[in-house]
């Protein structure tokens, strides 16, 4: 009877053991579920603090260096190179904002400089122009941010409509071993119904850093400058009536807004001269910058000996 008693006991004993929670085991489970949730509110808190650092702006304005030395810690790693002459391209993101962080103003600038290998000092020539041109882009810049501002100072976003825009690039038409075109771009926003654009070209010997003109390649300018016009204006002839979009007097404007005009050389489809007028020039806005191509074929026999050098191998 006494061994029985023992036996029941030990069973009780064995039973309640197992539904007790060890106090270490319970202790063991919380921290893990503290660790994993302390985890996921550092990820969540240090997530919103990037996103909050990235959108939010510390100032009311984003300035980014125009000088040389700054472009060249900031350029696009991926050179172009076309024979020994190398393209290095940076780009200048610029915003404007009011003290309520409302943009006023964008701006995307294209900046080049390049690298003439045996040629050093040419290129050094040819990146003082082409430094003119990004300080050019970058004053235009400062002005209009300074009308934006001045009239949403005086009228609020209803006076400024939208946000003033300035698209500037630079892009080689031409490369040669012996000279580059240039087209300058430069299209700007400052309310109304559409943007304006406003073109420039430079050519350049790449073994002297020189900017060439029509005067320094042909032996006549003012003959050369009658054969590209004339053969402009024949070009337009040669489209239907209903489908020229130009101006009624442009056999007049070709031949008046031909200083305004840029022209540069281009390879695409083949070496020629390309002329390209300023937009209202000799056509209404839709038609943008009316452009005319003419084979370098039948240029030559107006370049004198230098200019004919630069297109023969």
């Known amino acids: 009877m006494k061994k029985r008693l023992i036996l029941l ?15 270490y085991d319970r202790d063991d489970d919380d ?27 510390t100032t009311a304005e984003t300035t980014v260096e125009t000088s040389a030395s700054t472009a060249a810690t900031t350029v696009d790693p991926n050179a172009i190179v076309v024979g020994g002459i190398s393209y290095v391209y940076d780009y200048e993101e610029l915003s404007h904002a009011d003290d309520d962080t409302m943009v006023l103003m ?5 900046n080049v400089t390049v690298a003439i290998v045996g040629y050093e000092a040419a290129a050094d020539v040819i990146n003082d122009t082409l430094n003119v041109i990004r300080s050019e882009s970058t004053e235009t810049y400062n002005l209009m941010k300074a009308d934006a501002q001045s009239v949403y100072d005086d009228y609020g976003m209803e006076g400024l409509i939208g946000p003033y825009d300035l698209i500037a690039t630079v892009e080689p038409s031409f490369i040669s071993d012996k000279l580059i075109s240039f087209v300058v771009t430069r299209y700007s926003y400052a309310g109304g119904a559409h943007g304006n654009v406003m073109l420039e070209a430079y050519t350049f010997d790449t073994r002297t850093g020189d900017l060439l003109t029509f005067s320094d390649l042909c032996s006549d300018e003012s003959l050369f400058d009658g054969f590209v016009t ?84």
């Open 9 to 23: 006991l030990l069973s009780c004993v064995i039973l309640l053991s197992g539904c007790i929670e060890n106090p």
């Open 31 to 57: 921290d893990e579920d503290e660790t994993t949730i302390t985890s996921e509110e550092t990820t969540k808190a240090t997530t919103k603090a990037t996103t909050e650092v990235t959108t939010v702006p």
């Open 106 to 110: 964008t701006a995307s600038l294209q």
């Open 230 to 313: 004339s053969t402009i204006i024949a070009q337009i002839d040669a489209i239907p009536a209903e489908d020229q979009m130009v101006f009624p007097e442009y056999a007049t404007s070709v031949v008046s807004e031909f200083d305004s005009a840029i022209w540069y050389f281009s390879d695409d489809g083949g070496a020629q001269l390309v002329v390209m007028y300023q937009t209202y020039s000799i056509a209404p806005y839709a038609a943008g910058n009316p452009t005319f191509s003419i084979p370098l074929a039948d240029c030559n026999t107006y370049f004198n000996a230098y200019g004919q050098a630069l297109f023969t191998a």
